[in-house]
């Protein structure tokens, strides 16, 4: 299966130099999609814990794979994420479903491809209120929900708020894309912690942080003035320390028993890679790998565990579902979509 990923993904962005970018793109989802069908983030069941008693997903916008410790990287700033990542499941050929970030949170939400959630780029699309997103399922099932994003880009507006209780992001903007609001990582997790603090110890939750800090503009410079080495690991590294600040927290107050963690990307970034300086248009691995790591829950003592099979984000939702004992999610064909 990773031969097949292997060959569309360089395949697909050879035709780009013969055809448009963006017919490219289309063909690779194709691909993406059949793979996707044959090849779910399926944990084998076997020896699996009681289910989860809450959830936690953690989405790093603009991550790649590789730059993760983890993943092997061997100048990562991320002991969080590679902490989770030997106490638990990782995948390593982990695909987005798309370079972009509000279509990707809408895969990764719903369980399905932007051909079916209709939202294919940022700020121009949104959500309609028939589609059936993994947090709608957890409000149902008597499960607290609460959303806490780093970007105007997955504001309520777009369609993501549907079945959290509390949804909170920066202030609105007209600017959608390079230079929209956003907050930084301690900023979410102080959110996130107020939060919790109203939390009962026996409530069960789904919880969803987000972190936009590795996404361009970078900071050059750090709050003393000195200039940052690295601004892409340096802010990677950021959000790892706020991810642990979290869990501390929630161990602290004892509402990480039993809690399952899952760590991903939204997508990668080219990094000047191919010719791209950032993402949202070519597929190559750059911007396409991201981490998916499960943690704890009914995961536990399942350590170390590194699955080599090609998986996309779509597979997270049904996949979360499943270890928290709740029935998969009603899907529609298609969503109809507005512009």
Request: aromatic share 8%; charged share 20%.
């Amino acid at each position: 299966m990773r031969v097949v990923v292997d060959r569309c993904v360089r395949w697909v962005p050879r035709f780009a130099t013969i055809a448009s970018p963006r017919l490219a793109a289309v063909l690779f989802a194709v691909c993406v999609s059949v793979i996707g069908s044959r090849a779910a983030a399926k944990i084998d069941s076997a020896a699996l814990g009681a289910e989860a008693s809450s959830v936690l997903l953690v989405t790093f916008d603009t991550v790649r794979a590789d730059r993760i410790g983890a993943y092997g990287y061997a100048a990562a700033t991320t002991p969080t994420i590679d902490g989770l990542a030997a106490r638990g499941v990782l995948f390593e050929s982990a695909l987005s479903a798309t370079p972009t970030t509000l279509p990707s949170h809408a895969s990764i939400l719903t369980g399905t491809y932007p051909s079916a959630h209709g939202v294919h780029d940022n700020g121009v699309f949104a959500l309609e209120r028939d589609a059936v997103l993994i947090s709608e399922v957890f409000r149902q099932r008597g499960f607290r929900t609460a959303a806490f994003v780093g970007t105007y880009i997955l504001d309520a507006s777009f369609g993501l708020d549907q079945g959290f209780e509390t949804y909170r992001g920066p202030a609105s903007t007209l600017e959608f894309r390079m230079h929209a609001a956003r907050r930084s990582a301690d900023e979410v997790v102080d959110e996130a912690i107020s939060w919790f603090e109203q939390l009962d110890r026996g409530e069960r939750f789904f919880v969803w942080v987000h972190f936009y800090d590795p996404h361009r503009p970078l900071p050059e410079r750090d709050a003393s003035g000195r200039k940052i080495e690295d601004p892409y690991d340096a802010a990677i590294g950021s959000c790892d320390r706020e991810l642990g600040r979290l869990l501390r927290f929630l161990d602290a107050r004892g509402l990480g028993e039993n809690l399952l963690t899952v760590v991903t990307a939204d997508h990668g970034e080219s990094n000047g890679e191919h010719g791209e300086a950032t993402h949202g248009i070519f597929v190559y691995q750059s911007a396409m790998r991201v981490p998916l790591i499960f943690s704890g829950g009914p995961l536990a003592g399942r350590e170390g565990v590194r699955i080599d099979r090609a998986v996309t984000n779509t597979a997270i939702a049904p996949t979360l579902l499943k270890l928290a004992g709740l029935p998969p999610a009603q899907k529609r064909r298609r969503f109809c979509c507005r512009a």
